[in-house]
């Protein structure tokens, strides 16, 4: 192929010290060093290159696989195990997490997980995007090309395992009850139920416990952000989100102003988790979520049952059901060292 073009330079690479390790920078780099190329995958089909860092690292974003080409030749570089060998991801920890993953990727990738909805048959492959450098914070499980991860709720619902209907069941309130049992309380029945809309409560919370002190500023306006791109992805199934896309319309600034008092009211009701709000908790909760979904997949392959995660959701037969529920509630009882036992919807 003669329009292979030389799109890495190792020395970009290494300008950054491991001890100031930072994966959006290195990104950010190469979205500069990109702009105006051509890029190509290992199979030499060509892509537009990412024009903003939110295309680069968006969940369904194929620029996070893309393999690069060396020096203009035919040696690949694949980027993200690139900078994950140059970062503090490099530890037996995370090597053991990584070898899970490729025995469950091995154990689902004979499964035709097809969805009659969108005629369509989904890649069951997984990869985990940590997150700040930290092999502690973020960890969740997302896909790769064509991926059912990405596919809207409602296309999920329709996916079939080797022919066999599905179903989805999922952790309730599942960040705030980790919070409560951290903090050694029993978690509510149902934490979220606070006299205002449920949805919108939820989302409050959760965006706050994500930010930190600062970003906590401007909650609104990034739970104004968050609404519009849900609705942009629900009116444009299984196309990748482009900020410029997205409107913020009055009605998401409206809805996003009651989340926040829901939020407040939440404070309010709950002073145990209240503390946690501004602090950025999140992305340590996602890393624990992220670590009972590989202790699922673990018990799921050890009695022969394929299941297929969404974050704090798992896709599995509706004829085994009861049977995943179980492992659910054994695998969270093991990663957060509990008795107490979690409610499972679905």
Known sequence: MSDWMPLINEDLLTQVPEASYDRQQLFANFVNLWRGSILYDKEGRRHNPPQSLREWTGRTSIFSELIFIKNGDKD??????????????NTEAFKEDEYDLDQHNKFVSPVNLYSPTTRLRY????????????????????????????????????LLINGEPTTEPDFACHHPNMLFLLEGKTPPKDFYNCGMDRNLAKLGFNTAVNMNSEQLQGLELSLARNLAREEWKKENPGRDVIKSNVKIKEQHLIDARTAHKA???????????????GTGKGLELQKTDSDIVREILKQSRAVDIKVFPVHDSIICKATEIDTVKSIMIKAYQKVLETDWIPTIKG
């Open 263 to 277: 939020l407040l009211k939440l404070q309010d009701m709950y002073p145990e988790v209240a503390s946690y709000v």
């Open 123 to 158: 890649d069951t492959a997984l990869r985990r995007i940590y997150s700040r450098g930290s092999h502690e914070k973020g960890g969740r499980f997302y896909g790769r090309f064509n991926s059912y991860v990405g596919a809207p709720k409602a296309v999920r619902a329709s």
């Open 76 to 89: 690949f570089i694949n980027v993200n195990e690139y900078i994950g060998s140059q970062s503090n991801y």
